[in-house]
């Protein structure tokens, strides 16, 4: 799966409840990017990110850049809503609802582009109610 085809998949996901452009999509992926990266450890970000397009592997080291930039540790313990809090910060939204709507369309497509094994690697990183939250998306 292509960048093009990812974002698309994304704003078609999205479309039920929000409409975005694709730049303000792609900045959704990336928030979503962002918290993600936060809670697996370098190893399984590069393996998980392995199966994506460049483009998208871009974004995910841009977002990594960004967190360790401001100070964050490499690995930092998230639970589910601070996982959401995070994409709400980073995506500017009005509303954790909408963190949690995005999210789980950005995970969605990303079942679509990884591995199933790989995506259960990524989970198992996961503590038991983003776990299942993720697991569920």
Same mark, same amino acid.
């Not at 292509?2 to 994304?10: A, L």
């Not at 303000?24 to 392995?50: K, N």
């Given at each position: 799966?292509?960048?093009?085809?990812?974002?698309? #998949? =994304?704003?078609? !996901?999205? $479309? #039920?409840?929000?409409?975005?452009?694709?730049?303000?999509?792609?900045?959704?992926?990336?928030?979503? *990017? *962002?918290?993600?990266?936060?809670?697996?450890?370098?190893?399984?970000?590069?393996? *998980?990110?392995?199966?994506?397009?460049?483009?998208? &592997? !871009?974004?995910?080291?841009?977002?990594?850049?960004?967190?360790?930039?401001?100070?964050?540790?490499?690995? =930092? &313990?998230?639970?589910?809503?601070?996982?959401? $809090?995070?994409?709400?910060?980073?995506?500017?939204? !009005?509303?954790?609802?909408?963190?949690? *709507?995005?999210?789980?369309?950005?995970?969605?497509?990303? &079942?679509?582009?990884?591995?199933?094994? $790989?995506? $259960?690697?990524? =989970?198992?990183?996961?503590?038991?109610?983003?776990?299942?939250? =993720?697991?569920?998306?």
């Amino acid at each position: 799966m292509n960048k093009v085809t990812f974002v698309r #998949k =994304v704003q078609d !996901a999205l $479309e #039920k409840r929000i409409n975005l452009d694709r730049d303000r999509t792609e900045r959704m992926i990336g928030a979503v *990017f *962002f918290a993600l990266s936060a809670r697996l450890t370098p190893d399984e970000g590069e393996q *998980f990110i392995a199966q994506l397009p460049t483009e998208l &592997k !871009a974004l995910w080291y841009h977002e990594v850049a960004t967190r360790l930039g401001q100070g964050e540790k490499a690995i =930092v &313990k998230l639970s589910k809503d601070q996982f959401l $809090e995070k994409i709400q910060t980073e995506g500017h939204l !009005a509303s954790s609802a909408d963190a949690e *709507f995005i999210a789980r369309c950005v995970i969605h497509v990303l &079942k679509e582009a990884i591995s199933p094994g $790989e995506m $259960e690697d990524a =989970v198992a990183q996961l503590p038991s109610d983003l776990k299942a939250w =993720v697991s569920a998306a």
